[in-house]
């Protein structure tokens, strides 16, 4: 309900308790993972666009990996 109904940039709002940025309910953010074998890309987070029931870390969708919309991102990680 925060959202204004649309997407934010990036650390416009607050931190979660750990400290990281936007883990939940700005866009949906494609996973390395596969959904199912190697048809499916797995989406987790939640968006602005869907109910807040949906968006948390542990909510998990998936769509095929051509699909994009303004609702869709990805982070961005690497080890040390």
Do not use: Q
Not at 23 to 51: A, H, I, P, Q
Not at 52 to 66: D, E, K, N, Q
């Amino acid at each position: 309900s925060n959202s204004g109904l649309k997407t934010h940039h990036v650390c416009t709002k607050k931190a979660n308790e750990i400290g990281i940025y936007d883990m939940s309910g700005n866009v949906f953010e494609w996973c390395w993972d596969w959904y199912t074998e190697g048809k499916y890309r797995v989406l987790r987070g939640g968006s602005w666009y869907l109910s807040g029931r949906y968006c948390s870390v542990a909510s998990r969708h998936y769509l095929t990996p051509i699909y994009r919309d303004y609702y869709y991102g990805f982070r961005i990680a690497r080890t040390k």
